[in-house]
T-cell receptor, first 114, second 112 residues
Framework: DTEVTQTPKHLVMGMTNKKSLKCEQH?????MYWYKQKAKKPPELMFV???????INESVPSRFSPECPNSSLLNLHLHALQPEDSALYLC?????????????FGPGTRLTVL | AQSVSQHNHHVILSEAASLELGCNYS??????LFWYVQYPGQHLQLLLK??????LVKGIKGFEAEFIKSKFSFNLRKPSVQWSDTAEYFC??????????FGTGTRLQVFP
């Protein structure tokens, strides 16, 4: 099973709402990632968790709050977002978080902030 | 700043034509290089990668790429494209950590 799943597929939220994105993998991978992809742009790294610890935060605003409850799950908590945060949010995982490891991507959550 | 350049933003080909997509990076140290593909409505998936050894790398679906260190390049090639190759192609690098830096992408359209 080389699948990374993400829920929900689509999410519409207001600027005052609190919502969460969920990502799951059962490949035994120990590194998990959140990326943001705007339309017609490449994915941009937001956060990296390695062995359930946050290892990289790419200066992401605090209205995005990641959480890694266990090695299979990764959440992204959203609060007080802005319309410009509308994008496709991608989750990925890799075996050990090495620079040479392949990252496996999920299908993404398409977020619209009204 | 380190960057990845894909100069071909949009490529249009007929089936059976040969394909070469350019990728250049701006970093003088050790790099690991990847090509990912995003088919319409599907998730990003790895085509091939290079981190050491033979600079000519073969990937899935008949794709290959050649690492030319002196040119800081990792161009993607396929001798004969099919309509099903229509997709967005991203070159990406890692530079010692698992932070994946993507190029701007190339949209490939293949017409029957």
């Amino acid at each position: 099973d080389t699948e990374v799943t993400q829920t929900p597929k689509h999410l519409v939220m207001g600027m005052t709402n609190k919502k969460s994105l969920k990502c799951e993998q059962h490949m035994g991978h120990r590194a998990m990632y959140w990326y943001k992809q705007k339309a017609k742009k490449p994915p941009e790294l937001m956060f990296v968790y390695s062995y359930e610890k946050l290892s990289i935060n790419e200066s992401v605003p605090s209205r995005f709050s990641p959480e890694c409850p266990n090695s299979s799950l990764l959440n992204l908590h959203l609060h007080a977002l802005q319309p410009e945060d509308s994008a496709l949010y991608l989750c990925a995982s890799s075996q050990g978080g090495l620079a040479t490891d392949t990252q496996y991507f999920g299908p993404g959550t398409r977020l619209t902030v009204l | 700043a380190q960057s990845v350049s894909q100069h071909n933003h949009h490529v249009i080909l007929s089936e059976a034509a040969s394909l070469e997509l350019g990728c250049n990076y701006s970093y003088g140290g050790t790099v690991n290089l990847f090509w990912y593909v995003q088919y319409p409505g599907q998730h990003l998936q790895l085509l091939l990668k290079y981190f050491s050894g033979d600079p000519l790398v073969k990937g899935i679906k008949g794709f290959e790429a050649e690492f030319i260190k002196s040119k800081f390049s990792f161009n993607l090639r396929k001798p004969s494209v099919q309509w099903s190759d229509t997709a967005e192609y991203f070159c990406a690098v890692t530079l010692g950590t698992d932070k994946l830096i993507f190029g701007t992408g190339t949209r490939l359209q293949v017409f029957p």
